[in-house]
């Protein structure tokens, strides 16, 4: 069973850094792709990064290209994000998700089937 928890989110300025973690509880973690995703307010929930299980594919939202990163430990369980120059439109609510799929391109949510409950990531200009 995959439960994920994140953390690491807050309020910071423009600019800055900020590492996003997610841990799952669960015994196949390293079987699975996993993807971050946001929610701004008013907005639909959007893909922003993805990592193949044994982390030796990525793929990134346009938006993002070049600023965030994302990682995993499979020894740890965890999955990272981590955030450089940081933007106002970078605000928003951030979900850890876990596919059956080793890999998935182009990601949708549909292609995930387990979510964390999401985190606060706020840009302040």
């Known amino acids: 069973q995959v439960q994920l928890v994140e953390s690491g989110g807050g309020l910071v300025q423009v600019g800055d850094s900020l590492r996003l973690s997610c841990t799952d509880s669960?015994?196949?973690?390293?079987?699975?792709?996993m993807a971050w995703f946001r929610q701004a307010p008013g907005k639909d929930r959007e893909f922003v990064a993805t990592?193949?299980?044994?982390?030796?594919?990525?793929d990134y939202a346009d938006s993002v290209k070049g600023r965030f990163t994302i990682s995993r430990d499979n020894t740890e369980n965890t999955v990272f994000l981590q955030m450089n120059s940081l933007k106002p439109e970078d605000t928003a609510v951030y979900y850890c998700?876990?596919?059956?799929?080793?890999?998935?391109?182009?990601?949708?949510?549909?292609?995930?089937?387990?979510w964390g409950q999401g985190i606060q990531v706020t840009v302040s200009s």
């Open positions: 998700a876990s596919s059956r799929y080793s890999r998935v391109s182009d990601p949708q949510s549909r292609d995930f089937d387990s």
């Open positions: 990592i193949s299980r044994g982390g030796g594919f990525d």
């Open positions: 669960g015994q196949t973690f390293s079987r699975r792709a």
